[in-house]
C-alpha cells in the first residue's frame, strides 16, 4: 500500500528536533492522500482576518495547547478544528525536520494519511480555501523559485511554489521540499 512506502520512506532519515526555549511549539498535519493514482498533498488557505500569516497557504495546524501531550496530539487536534477530521480518521505516517520560523514559532510538521474521498468542514473563521496540490506539481522543478522577501527590515529567502493561482511559500514550502526530498530521495520528479 501506498502509505507504507511513504512511512518507509519517512523513517529512513532521521528527524532534526529543534530546542528554542524563546520560542511557541507549535505542529502542523501534513495531510497525505491518493486519488486518481496520484499522491496528493492537502493545503489551507488561511482566513485574511487572521493576525498570524493572514491569506497565507498552509498546513492544518498551530500552537501547541498545555492539554496536548506531543506535536501529533497537537496537529490532529487542530486538523479536526479547521478541516473537520477526525482524529482516528488519520493514519500517522511520520515526521518532518522541525522548522523555526520569522514570526517565532518551532513548527513540529507530522505527515498522515487521510481517508479519500474525505468530508472536510472547513472552519470559516479559520480556513478561506482548501487546496489539495498533486505531489507531481510539488515535484515539478519547473514550478519552484528561489524569492527574497523583507520582513521587518530583513531579507529573507524562501522557496515558492506555483501551483495555478497559488503562490504557496515561507515555512509550507520549505515543509513540502521537506516531503519531497524525503520522499523521492532528492530526485524532482520522481513518484512515491
Known amino acids: 500500500m501506498w502509505f507504507e512506502e511513504v512511512a518507509r520512506k519517512l ?11 524563546e520560542a511557541t511549539a507549535a505542529a502542523v498535519l501534513v495531510p497525505l492522500y491518493v486519488a486518481g493514482g496520484e499522491l496528493w498533498v492537502l493545503l489551507t488557505r488561511r482566513a485574511d482576518h487572521l493576525f498570524h500569516h493572514p491569506g497565507q497557504y498552509a498546513f492544518p495546524g ?26 482516528e480518521q488519520v493514519m500517522i505516517l511520520g515526521h518532518l525536520d ?4 520569522v514570526t517565532g514559532f518551532v513548527i513540529s510538521p507530522v505527515v498522515g494519511a487521510i481517508p479519500y474521498p474525505h468530508e472536510l468542514k472547513p472552519d470559516p473563521r ?7 496540490v498533486p505531489f507531481s506539481v510539488i515535484a515539478n522543478p519547473l514550478l519552484v ?3 527574497e522577501f523583507t520582513w521587518q527590515g530583513k531579507t ?3 522557496p515558492v511554489l506555483h501551483y495555478g493561482p497559488h503562490r504557496i511559500w515561507g515555512a509550507t514550502a520549505r515543509i513540502l521540499q521537506d516531503l519531497l526530498f524525503r520522499l523521492t530521495g532528492g530526485e524532482a520528479g520522481a513518484v512515491v
Do not use: M, N, W
Open 11 to 21: 523513517e529512513a532519515q532521521p528527524v532534526r528536533r529543534l530546542q528554542v526555549p
Open 62 to 87: 498551530g500552537a501547541k495547547d498545555e492539554e496536548d501531550p506531543d506535536e501529533v496530539a497537537t496537529a490532529l487536534r487542530e486538523a479536526r478544528e479547521e478541516l473537520g477530521i477526525p482524529e
Open 98 to 101: 522541525d522548522l523555526f520560523t
Open 126 to 132: 479559520e480556513v478561506a480555501a482548501v487546496v489539495p
Open 145 to 147: 523559485e528561489e524569492q
Open 156 to 158: 529573507l529567502r524562501s
